[in-house]
């Protein structure tokens, strides 16, 4: 018969042994995946570079033209728009304070200039070896693929890439450019043109999607830009089976100011989660055009469960406009660290 003292040993094994798996089980890789992607856009620019022999300078002065970074700059909307000391996030980044305060002393049409100036992304020019562990390429995307064969975009690229995705279709919403740069890099690609994307129903955009994934372990990566951002986001939270299928979606220069009624409404946790019980990944890249920006999507509230459905990541911004971008350049980047983020989710 189990003494009292016995039971309580019992209980404490069994507490010790859940808090072991607890602790063992795996985790989510908490990087910085604005800096990973500009990471990886100025490691694509420096290949060519010194391929030809040609001068750190040289590389230096292409990026800055090119790419656009702030360790500081989260939330490039509010900070270009109406940046308020008062009303950062707690905790603050380092130098957020400071920076905020600066943007806020100066015109809407210098604060890019602050933003993205002054020497800011120093950061992106260090060796990423150097980063630790957490940014090892290979940790993600298998052993093949580090960021030197990133910097050549060789053979190598494309087989490591297509070994990571040969479960994955990457289905492009009318993004023709893109979409044959991402052909070449990874084995399932599909195309869904302008005739389908004008039916204003969602289910006809849900049939062709989940068309184009067939067998029963195909899972989709998604991607929309400009007016189609609104018809996808309609249709996935319309069709819960079909976002079961979604490991990320990838919005690009999104049109959206006069969504963000529907958005605040509809683009929450609850309504975009998954039978799997994880996020769907939600990356944005937007273009700043004179003083334009889009307000792209909000964050999603957070559920008192702590439960989440969506997971944005964004990317940030690039000067100038989605069709002023090198589509080959744009699609290596977007491919490695989108499959990064889904290799670091297990």
Known sequence: MLTPLDIALWASAILLLLASLWWARPRPVE??????????????????????????????ALGRARVWFNPAGRDPFTKLTDPQPD???????????????????????????????EGADESLYEDPQSLGPDWDLRRYLGAGLDWDVLAD????????LGRKAESVVWVSLSLT??????????????????????????????????AAGPG????????????????LLRCLEAYDGLRDRVLAVVVLDPHLAQEQDWLAEHFTHKRFDTELSRPTGWFQ????????????????????????????????????????QDPQWLARA?????????GSRG
């Open 153 to 160: 975009a060789t053979e190598p690229l494309r087989v490591a």
């Open 87 to 117: 009303r950062l996030p707690v905790p603050a980044l380092p130098g957020e304070r400071s920076l905020t305060e600066r943007l806020a002393a100066v015109s809407i049409t210098e604060r890019a200039g602050v933003l993205y100036g």
């Open 285 to 324: 890249l937007r273009f700043l055009r004179g003083d334009t920006l889009d307000p792209g999507l909000p964050e999603p509230p957070e559920l008192e469960t702590g439960r989440e459905g969506v997971e944005r990541v964004d990317l940030g911004l690039l000067p100038g406009t989605l069709s002023d």
């Open 177 to 210: 450019d893109l979409h044959l740069s991402l052909s070449e890099l990874l084995p399932r690609c599909v195309l869904l043109d302008e005739d389908i994307l004008s039916q204003a129903e969602p289910e006809a955009l849900a049939t062709e999607i989940d």
């Open 334 to 342: 977007l491919a490695v660290t989108v499959l990064a983020w889904v």
């Open 31 to 60: 990087l910085d995946w604005e800096r990973f992607f500009k990471l990886s856009l100025v490691t694509l620019l420096r290949g060519p570079i010194e391929s030809r022999e040609g001068s750190a300078e040289e590389w230096l």
């Open 216 to 231: 029963a372990a195909d899972r989709f990566i998604l991607m929309a830009a400009g007016e189609h951002v609104g018809a």
